[in-house]
């Protein structure tokens, strides 16, 4: 790529020190498209970012050179109708900074809107900052369907997602917390990252196991992070009449063929969620607290050079990997 340019008002020039490697990268990198878009080639990825001011253009007066920043890739009009309305994810004319819109950050210079870079103290590092984008993910998810004291939360898939929707649901105070992967190391660091069960669906159905758990009642909240029609409808099976679904993962495929009659019976609410929506404050503040452990998550630190061996490790679910994460010194 082209050296950056000088950052303009109310930019900064960033150097990049870490990204993690999110679901939707992997959907570019196995399918060559997410969610339905195919990617433009050359295409960078990377829309968990961490790094450096490294200068501040005019009228930016709170970043300075130096500063340690995690970043929202999220680059939003501020005037549109869903703007105005405090939903600032649904911006009609918003810019993801790691797609097709504009380049990711797995590159080492960026200049990106100043509003969008949010301070992160000396304690935190940068590895752990790429968690602050999909946790606040997560944060959003949940206002969509708060959990509430002593709820039985239920998670399909624990990947970083999963494993971060049991850390904030149990962070909320549900009163169980269940699960489910096929993978064992996972199902592992499930347990650390907040989990009270386990399922193993190699070995039991996600559903059964669901309503086992709970005396045959259900989950109140479940949060389907796999996206997979094999995960979506035993969720529905699986959940309490009344609760809500919020669906995270990305599916492969544009139907899923949804049990419908199943959702009816349940009264089933379902959120399919769109990114986060200015929750990385929140995010950080978790981090901070250590309620939510991204020292846990963060299982393999690689070099720019090693990327392909990152995607190519997170793809197999090899090596113990929970999270992975790209760093640029």
């Known amino acids: 790529m082209p050296n950056p340019p ?11 020190r870490a990204v993690g490697i999110c679901g939707s990268d992997l959907h570019y990198y196995l399918e060559g498209s997410c969610a339905g878009f195919p990617a433009d080639y050359p295409c960078v990825l990377g829309h968990e970012p961490a790094g450096e001011v490294e200068a501040a253009g005019p009228s930016v007066e709170h970043l300075r050179p130096g500063a340690r920043v995690a970043i929202e890739p999220a680059i939003v009009c501020g005037g549109c109708e869903f703007c105005r309305a405090g939903r600032h994810n649904l911006c009609e004319n918003i810019l993801f900074m790691g797609g097709r819109e504009a380049p990711g950050f797995l590159r080492e210079w960026a200049v990106i809107p100043a509003a969008n870079a949010v301070p992160i103290p000396d304690s935190v590092s940068f590895a752990a900052a790429t968690v602050i984008e999909p946790l606040a993910v997560i944060l959003h998810a949940f206002e969509l369907a708060p959990v509430q004291p002593e709820q039985t939360v239920a998670v399909m898939g624990a990947g970083p997602v999963g494993l ?28 650390e990252m907040g989990a009270s069960d386990v399922v193993d669906i190699c070995r039991d159905s996600p559903a059964e196991a669901i309503l ?7 989950a109140h ?36 063929g ?67 994460v790209v760093e640029l010194w």
């Open 258 to 324: 949804l049990d419908l009659h199943t959702a009816m019976i349940r009264e089933a609410t379902l959120h399919v969620v769109k990114r986060s929506n200015r929750n990385d404050h929140a995010a950080l503040r978790l981090i901070e607290s250590g309620q939510v452990r991204a020292d846990l998550l963060v299982t393999h630190r690689l070099a720019l050079a090693e990327t392909d061996r990152a995607f190519a490790t997170v793809a197999a679910y090899a090596d113990g990997v929970g999270k992975a």
């Open 6 to 16: 000088e950052p303009g008002p109310g930019e900064i020039l960033i150097r990049v």
């Open 164 to 191: 971060l929707a049991a850390a904030v649901a149990r962070a909320a105070g549900a009163g169980r917390v269940i699960v489910t992967d096929r993978v064992p190391h996972r199902l592992a660091l499930a347990r």
């Open 221 to 256: 909240v479940i949060v389907d992070a796999a996206g997979k029609p094999d995960s979506l409808n035993p969720a529905l099976r699986a959940l309490r009449p009344g609760g809500s679904i919020l669906l995270i993962g990305i599916p492969s495929e544009s139907s899923t």
């Open 212 to 218: 086992d758990l709970t005396g045959g009642r259900g």
